[in-house]
């Protein structure tokens, strides 16, 4: 079974804090994708970034960075000096290549509430 | 570009009453999904198409919803009848298909009230 856990239901910080969000993921499959969305107060929800599960090289774009490891089945997200403009649900996504059929849906978490305080 | 366009981004309706929402793709995109999103249950794929065909309609609720996706350009999701509990956000996401599963981008939502 495939399965996404978000623990931290909802964190606060203060501006300027490095905050990072976990994200736990559970397949047996060995080639599978991930995901993470933002969700402003606004609703939209924005795709972050989709990493697969040969790269385990780290991404870092701009103070955002994603630190993938195998080893514990995670891909946990950082935001470095964070800013109020940050405050949003964010989501964490996996998908496996479809082997019959054609179904590629995205198992979700539950998402992490992040609030930034001035 | 433009992205997911939908529509109406509010909706209020009284129990009973036939709901439509209307969902237009990224164009060139052939993977088309709606979810719903409500404070209890978080995000809830409801059904999703490749190239206009349902390939998953394992979380659509009841029979009182349906969806259709017509052409590549256009899809609706129609409650009929509408109960309070139907009220939540719902989302048009669009993709490109392949083997390997590419990012959905999100349309900005329904907000569906039924009283």
């Known amino acids: 079974a495939q399965k996404v856990t978000q623990a931290q239901t909802e964190i606060s910080v203060v501006e300027k804090e490095d905050v990072t969000l976990d994200c736990v993921y559970e397949t047996r499959d060995t080639t599978y994708y991930l995901f993470w969305y933002k969700q402003p107060p606004s609703g939209e929800l924005v795709f972050l970034i989709r990493?697969?599960?040969?790269d385990e090289q780290n991404e870092i774009s701009g103070r955002y960075s994603w630190n993938f490891q195998k080893s514990t089945s995670s891909f946990n997200f950082t935001i470095t000096a964070s800013q109020v403009v940050d405050s949003a649900v964010y989501f964490c996504?996996?998908?496996?290549?479809?082997?019959?059929?054609?179904?590629?849906?995205?198992?979700w978490g539950l998402g992490t509430s992040l609030a930034v305080n001035p | 570009d433009a992205g997911v366009i939908q529509s109406p981004r509010h909706e209020v309706t009284e129990m009973g009453q036939e709901v439509t929402l209307r969902c237009k793709p990224i164009s060139g995109h052939n993977s088309l999904f709606w979810y719903r999103q409500t404070m209890m249950r978080g995000l809830e794929l409801l059904i999703y198409f490749n190239n206009n065909v349902p390939i998953d309609d394992s979380g659509m609720p009841e029979d009182r919803f349906s969806a259709k996706m017509p052409n590549a350009s256009f899809s609706t999701l129609k409650i009929q009848p509408s109960e309070p509990r139907d009220s939540a956000v719902y989302f048009c996401?669009?993709?490109?298909?392949?083997?390997?599963?590419?990012?959905?981008?999100f349309g900005p939502g329904t907000r569906l009230t039924v009283t």
């Open positions: 996401a669009s993709s490109s298909a392949g083997q390997v599963p590419y990012e959905q981008y």
């Open positions: 990493r697969n599960s040969f």
């Open positions: 996504a996996l998908s496996v290549p479809p082997r019959a059929g054609n179904n590629r849906k995205l198992i």
